[in-house]
């Protein structure tokens, strides 16, 4: 295992729910990053953390809402998704945010929006 | 801008048999570039990285990578393919020069790597 956890590991959820995902890394890093996993599309880096504060927004809509309470845990809020938002979402964290650091991924939360 | 192409989505090899998969690279100032693997229902997992210095990288696994400037790539490869291998590959990389302030690392499509017992 590589450090990372996630939770829920599968998510069923209508488009007028409320949701929350969770990550948490055991390696003492002091950056963390949400991406999404389309099929067949490159990973999409949306939220980047730095010591507990965002340094990176990369367009997202606001139906998607990060937090970061410290260093060790990461969420991602989520509320009035659209059934495009159907993806892999994956947590991962690094040493530090940029730079050569390589970063460390969790297993995914597998989201479906009906 | 930077951006990476793996110009195929699927590679096929026996298993015992040398692998490549390819990864070909842009970006404005000095690269840094890296290696995950994916298997099925996991995240994804660190292989290797080229940062500086020689151009041949060894990684888990008994993976390596060789980076070539004047071709901007940076291919993967093993050489005996075991069926574990088989997985989904992707390249990754990001401008070095662009210090502090920017966070992208940029991802290619990913390949499949299918080893044939």
């Known amino acids: 295992e590589t450090g990372v956890t996630q939770t829920p590991r599968h998510l069923v959820m209508g488009m007028t729910n409320k949701k929350s995902l969770k990550c948490e890394q055991h390696?003492?890093?002091?950056?963390m990053y949400w991406y999404k996993q389309s099929a067949k599309k490159p990973l999409e880096l949306m939220f980047v953390?730095?010591?507990?504060?965002?340094?990176e927004n990369n367009s997202v809509p606001s139906r998607f809402s990060p937090e970061c309470p410290n260093s060790s845990h990461l969420f991602l809020h989520l509320h009035t998704l659209q059934p495009e938002d159907s993806a892999l979402y994956l947590c991962?964290?690094?040493?530090?945010?940029?730079?050569?650091?390589?970063?460390?991924f969790g297993p995914g939360t597998r989201l479906t929006v009906t | 801008a930077q951006s990476v192409a793996q110009p195929e989505d699927q590679v096929n090899v026996a298993e015992g048999n040398p692998l490549t998969v390819k990864c070909t690279y842009s970006?404005?100032?000095?690269?840094?570039l890296f290696w995950y693997v994916q298997y099925p229902n996991r995240g994804l997992q660190f292989l290797l990285k080229?940062?500086?210095?020689?151009?041949l990288v060894k990684g888990s696994y008994g993976f390596e990578a060789e980076f070539n400037k004047s071709q901007t790539s940076f291919h993967l490869k093993k050489p005996s393919a075991l069926v574990s291998d088989s997985a989904l590959y992707f390249c990754?990389?990001?401008?070095?020069?662009?210090?502090?302030?920017?966070?992208?690392?940029?991802f290619g499509k990913g390949t499949k790597l299918s080893v044939i017992p």
């Open positions: 390696l003492g890093h002091n950056a």
């Open positions: 953390y730095s010591l507990e504060e965002r340094v």
């Open positions: 970006v404005s100032g000095n690269p840094y």
């Open positions: 990754a990389v990001r401008d070095g020069d662009s210090g502090a302030g920017s966070y992208q690392l940029t």
């Open positions: 080229y940062i500086t210095g020689d151009n």
């Open positions: 991962a964290s690094s040493q530090d945010a940029g730079t050569s650091y390589e970063q460390y």
